[in-house]
């Protein structure tokens, strides 16, 4: 049976194997700058996201990205305003607090961060002037960490909350493909989020790419420290082109006219999610919260979990009780409807 664990379990998509192996002779400067596959990848990022004054940066992996992108929008005396389930204050081993940052979490319940929540955070960290930590950015991720896809009316609220505190906004995107390509997303565009946000990252580890992210910086704070805080911190790579290379291939636009790879590689996982979240609902599994996204989430037995697990290596999320469990689900590019309804067939003699 296919693993269900996570959506980068798999190497790469075909296509993005083949333009690596197309290009696996060439000889280019490295790192990025200069490579034509990662300028060309800039170009059709730029174009993607409707402005050509951005920077367009390769970053090795999420972790790497996210600590780059939101220690490099925050000065020593600042911190970021994020949700207490973000990926940033619970499953990055204190990589931001490491770089001698701090995480201002809300008490946001569901991974959306809200207006409200990020006022208190900030009436609290500003109440003293000098002595506390002042909030300095925002960070939210699309998915979130549970699943749920941002919207229009909810993203453009938290952004306008930020721009009335001065604040620039980061998104994590490691899912963004899923989170854009959800019926979920409202008119929420790869566009919008270009237009409003001080940087955010196109995810391609969990995309159906062997490794990278893309990020897209219009903050002139990050847009600075970028360079020297990528190379600081251990997130140069030098082969570079293999970066460019494999998001040229995601977003260069198909001869006949259709939708680019990236996306369509997204909606497969989202398509697949969608039929395995129906299938274990209709024999009798809860669901747990909305996830319109390629990650589901369902509240089990222990005994229901073991069983899945040793199936399809699924991921115990939450521990809810002594009888009781939350356990995720992951589709990726590769998942296959073929490779649902086994599961669900599993399922059938467990509920």
């Known amino acids: 049976m296919r693993m269900f664990r996570n959506d980068y379990s798999e190497g790469a998509a ?6 690596l192996a197309a290009t696996n002779d060439e000889q280019t400067v490295g790192y990025t700058e200069g490579d034509p596959h990662c300028e060309r990848a800039r170009e059709l990022i730029r174009a993607a996201c409707g402005r050509d004054d951005v920077d367009v940066e390769f970053c090795i992996g999420g972790t790497s990205a996210n600590v780059i992108g939101v220690t490099g929008l925050l000065r020593d ?10 990926h940033i204050n619970v499953h990055e081993t204190g990589a931001v ?13 569901g991974g959306f961060l809200t207006p ?12 003293t002037g000098r002595h506390m930590t002042r909030p300095g950015c925002v960070y939210i991720s699309n998915t979130t960490e549970l699943g749920g ?3 229009l009316a909810r993203f453009d609220a938290i952004c306008d ?3 009335e505190k001065g604040l620039p906004v980061f998104l994590d995107g490691a899912r963004l493909g899923s989170g854009l390509t959800s019926p979920a997303a409202g008119g929420l565009t790869l566009e919008h989020i270009a237009a409003r946000c001080g940087a955010f990252y196109i995810g391609g580890t969990k995309n159906g790419m062997l490794f990278g992210e893309a990020m897209v910086i219009s903050h002139p704070r990050l847009r600075e420290a970028f360079p020297f805080l990528q190379k600081e911190r251990g997130g140069l790579l030098a082969k570079g082109r293999l970066l460019g290379v494999q998001f040229e291939a995601a977003f260069e636009q198909p001869a006949d006219g259709g939708e680019p790879l990236y996306w369509r590689l997204a909606r497969n996982a989202n398509t697949c999610a969608f039929r395995l979240r129906e299938g274990l609902i209709k024999l009798g599994f809860e669901p747990y919260g909305e996830a319109p996204s390629n990650q589901q989430f369902f509240v089990m037995t222990p005994a229901q979990r073991d069983a899945f ?17 939350v ?20 399922a059938g003699t467990l509920a």
């Open 327 to 346: 356990v995720r689900f992951v589709c990726s590019w590769a998942t296959g409807e073929k490779d649902v309804d086994e599961l669900i067939a599993l």
């Open 77 to 86: 005396w600042e911190g970021a305003v994020c949700t207490k389930d973000a």
């Open 149 to 151: 896809v941002w919207d």
């Open 116 to 127: 409200e929540a990020a006022e208190r955070v900030w009436r609290f960290q500003t109440s």
């Open 14 to 19: 075909p296509e993005i194997l083949a333009a």
């Open 161 to 163: 909350w930020a721009d």
């Open 97 to 109: 607090a490491a770089c001698g940052r701090t995480v201002l979490p809300t008490d946001d319940a």
């Open 309 to 325: 697990e040793a199936a399809c290596g699924c991921e115990t999320f939450y521990e809810l009780s002594d009888e009781q469990v």
